[in-house]
């Protein structure tokens, strides 16, 4: 299984970006994706999550409303659409799945199995 992230980069304040993460070697549809993020000196945080049941879709408190995370089963990509950044969105984003259908273990990184190497976000204020 391999995961590979792109999109991050440098953006003010205000701007958006969108992260992709190609998906290979798994029958994508069948498995949750996620995406997490760990800043500087913090532990890994739960971000965003979309089931292989039906599309649902969970959020963090703190990015609900800004983010948006979607998948294309047909193209094995899930993308996270990021709106109104803010310096606190710096981090180091990654890419997740697993084969996890329990909504609960959704935002649980350690029920991940598989991870991408990261891309890193930066928001200046």
């Known amino acids: 299984v391999q995961l590979v992230e792109s999109g991050g980069g440098l953006v003010q304040a205000g701007g958006s970006l969108s992260l992709s993460c190609a998906a290979s070697g798994l029958t994508f549809r069948y498995y949750a994706m996620a995406w997490f993020r760990q800043a500087p000196g913090k532990e890994r945080e739960f971000v965003a999550a979309?089931?292989?049941?039906?599309?649902?879709?969970y959020y963090a408190d703190s990015v609900k409303g800004r983010f948006t995370i979607s998948r294309d089963n047909a193209q094995n990509m899930v993308y996270l659409k990021m709106n109104s950044l803010e310096p606190e969105d710096t981090a180091v984003y990654y890419c997740?799945?697993?084969?996890?259908?329990?909504?609960?273990?959704?935002?649980?990184?350690?029920?991940?199995?598989?991870w991408g190497q990261g891309t890193q976000v930066t928001v200046s204020s």
């Open positions: 997740a799945a697993d084969l996890t259908s329990d909504s609960a273990d959704l935002l649980d990184s350690t029920k991940y199995n598989y």
């Open positions: 979309i089931s292989w049941v039906g599309g649902n879709t």
